[in-house]
């Protein structure tokens, strides 16, 4: 005989399905947009170790163009359109850092020049780099232990 | 070939983003000061490098490349420069995105007005 459902097992069975679902979904979503932004950043170094730069040079004007498009797409209000679909993929790639620069700073415009737009600007670029240079002092650290012996 | 592994390994890093803030509800902040850290750190065991061969642009556009770059900055200059390195190596290899980033954003919000939120 088949089990018919109450109501309550129902709603269980929807909860306990649902989160997950929606967690692979996003992931899904995340892959392909983080995938596509790395792959155009794939492109760009290409580009630029055709023109004659070594890979290092070559990474460094990738950083540098890619901060510059998500500047402009996230000005645009483009941006946060793809990031609304897309979640982590956008946050996660250097675009996502160039975002999370530049939407603060936008949105404390009225606030003045220096409080407002240059304050603001270190909003999150603030603790990431703060903290990076914290974490890249302390390997240093390490590697200067490690050269004395 | 070159194109599908940036593809894979990048949307790969990406994926543990999206699983972070559905599962503990880092806001994207957290998970940016969080990529950052992690990649200093996993190049520091000498883990990240073997990643960035392999998977090129999939492995430095994501912000633990940004860490990457910074650990590989803070070894070079240690070895050049000795303690000294350990303060100047982490700006001298990060200045390239901090520049671009402030520049750029300082530009696009003088151009540009702040959208209302929908």
Known sequence: ?149 | MDFLKAFIIGGLICVVGQILIDKTKLTPARILVTFVVLGVFLQLIRVYQPLVDFAGAGATVPLTGFGYNLCKGVEKAVSEKGFLGIFTGGFTASAAGISAALVFGFLVSIIFRSKPKK
């Not at chain 1, 929606?22 to 932004?37: D, H, L, P, R, V």
């Not at chain 1, 946050?91 to 220096?114: D, H, Y």
């Open chain 1, 1 to 149: 005989m088949k089990h018919e459902m109450t109501n309550q097992e129902y709603n269980e069975y929807i909860k306990k399905k649902t989160p997950n679902s929606k967690i692979f979904t996003n992931c899904i979503k995340a892959f392909i947009a983080g995938g596509i932004i790395c792959v155009i950043g794939q492109c760009i170094t290409a580009l630029m170790k055709k023109w004659g730069l070594n890979q290092e040079d070559a990474g460094t004007y990738t950083s540098i163009i890619l901060v510059f498009l998500g500047a402009l797409l996230t000005g645009l209000d483009i941006y946060p359109r793809i990031a609304k679909f897309a979640g982590a993929g956008t946050v996660v790639p250097i675009t996502g850092f160039a975002n999370s620069v530049v939407s603060p700073a936008l949105e404390a415009k009225t606030e003045g020049m220096v409080l407002g737009t240059g304050a603001k600007i270190f909003t999150i670029a603030g603790p990431v780099i703060l903290y990076g240079i914290l974490a890249s002092w302390l390997a240093g650290i390490v590697y200067w232990i490690i050269s004395l012996f």
